[in-house]
């Protein structure tokens, strides 16, 4: 049986605060609800000389709203529901919906909805946590959040805080998605909100804004695309944007470049393009399949809502992949050495078994290798887009338009894909 029983709750008094005016005192209930969802309502003892919802911040709560709170969390909770969002992927209701509290008692007992206040307060909440981090306030020369420790100084870097988080800025407007850019030490470093779906375009905004951006001028960037052919190509017709060439190096991650012809595999395979190292270039479908489980969460909230949640994960992407750095480039490195080790070792085994071989002789060959193919690709242009890649080339674009009609008639409404599978089929 349940028994409704009104328990005299304690007052809660700031200890840090010592007023020397306690005329300036006053009493106020406050609904606060802890981490398990249980609710209580107490009163609490603020002062006119300080905010309400400072108050309430030095007791270890956290007011719903930031002016005249009546409604306040704990800090756990608010852990507890950052944790949930961010590792495990969570929306916040689906939180709010099963804490204990919420689903132990009869309806008459249930305590009362949080979700709706929960919304901007974590929103909040979340700001809070990066400022805090990044302890911006007492250091400000200290690297933030969204700086990758391993990269070049120089490098430009992930933009977040107030310089992305969104002030209604994208309302009205529609996103089919997100395209972005992460170094080799799977930290995000630039992301754009795709309004057509995935365009060559895109990608050349992206390496111009990171090019022209540098500070050191004659630095230079080994870039890894699913389509960097296709991209080349690109570059080399573009009159606009043909100097970035001159900047990057074009690859294509390691388990990419299998599915494309021999000649994309000796032009782009990372183990040929100087630089790349044993980098597999997957960082982003490593940081896509994190990212995937926010996208039936994110896509039911606002524009500006959605884009401080995903700048959150990304952040959040960031200081994991920070976390492991260390440990990562630790383990690369022995694996690298060990491989060169073996690698040396065939390599050397291979060659004195086969009777007077010169070993200049494989110099020749990878230097006629790439004569042929930078030749290929300058002189016979023509002959490079031959009828097969240029059936390909095709291919993408029309699957490109099929997928933009496509999305656009789902968000009209109509669901009806004939108009997109007709245009396409012209
Ligand atoms: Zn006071
Ligand atoms: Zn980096
Ligand atoms: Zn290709």
Not at 17 to 41: A, M, R, S
Not at 334 to 351: D, G, P, S, Y
């Amino acid at each position: 049986m349940f028994v409704d029983v009104k328990l005299k709750t304690p007052k809660l008094k700031n200890p840090l605060h010592h007023c020397e005016f306690p005329e300036l005192e006053y009493l106020k209930p406050v609904l606060i609800t802890d981490e398990k969802g249980f609710q209580h309502e107490y009163p609490v003892m603020f002062c006119r000389c300080k905010s309400e919802a400072c108050t309430l911040v030095e007791l270890g709560l956290w007011p719903a709203t930031p002016t005249k709170p009546v409604m306040a969390f704990t800090f756990g909770l608010m852990e507890l529901v950052e944790k949930m969002f961010l590792v495990a992927k969570v929306s916040v209701q689906q939180c709010c919906a099963s804490l204990p509290g919420f689903s132990k008692f009869p309806i008459a007992h249930r305590p009362i909805e949080i979700y709706r206040n929960m919304l901007d307060a974590f929103e909040e909440f979340r700001h809070f946590r990066f400022d805090l981090r990044a302890l911006k306030d007492i250091c400000p020369e200290r690297d933030g959040e969204n700086i990758c420790p391993a990269c070049p100084k120089d490098c430009n870097n992930f933009l977040a805080g107030n310089a992305l988080r969104s002030n209604q800025r994208f309302a009205g407007l529609d996103e089919t998605g997100i395209f972005g850019r992460a170094c080799r030490h799977e930290f995000p470093k630039a992301f754009v909100n795709l309004k057509h779906g995935e365009r060559i375009s895109y990608a050349v905004w992206l390496i111009n804004d990171m090019v022209s951006k540098a500070k050191e001028k004659n630095m230079s960037y080994n870039v890894l695309y699913d389509i960097s052919c296709i991209l080349h190509r690109h570059l080399q017709n573009s009159a606009e944007f043909s100097d970035i060439l001159a900047h990057i190096n074009l690859a294509i991650p390691i388990f990419h470049v299998y599915g494309h012809k021999a000649q994309c595999q000796i032009m782009y395979s990372p183990r040929r393009v100087e630089g790349c190292g044993l980098t597999d270039g997957e960082v982003m479908e490593r940081l896509w399949s994190y990212l995937r489980g926010f996208a039936s969460i994110t896509k039911e909230m606002s524009p500006s809502r959605r884009i401080d949640a995903l700048t959150d994960c990304l952040l959040h992407y960031g200081r994991q992949s920070k976390s492991k750095l260390g440990e990562r480039l630790k383990r690369r490195m022995v694996r690298a050495m060990e491989l060169q080790k073996t690698a040396i070792e065939t390599f050397n085994e291979m060659v004195n078994s086969i009777p007077g071989f010169d070993i200049a002789q494989i110099d020749t060959w990878l230097n006629d290798e790439k004569e042929y193919f930078s030749h290929k690709n300058t002189v016979n242009e023509g002959q490079l887009v031959g009828p097969l890649e240029e059936w390909k080339e095709k291919y993408f674009v029309k699957l490109q338009r099929y997928y933009c009609l496509r999305d656009e008639s789902v968000l009209q409404g109509s669901g009806d894909y004939s108009v997109a599978e007709e245009t396409c089929n012209k």
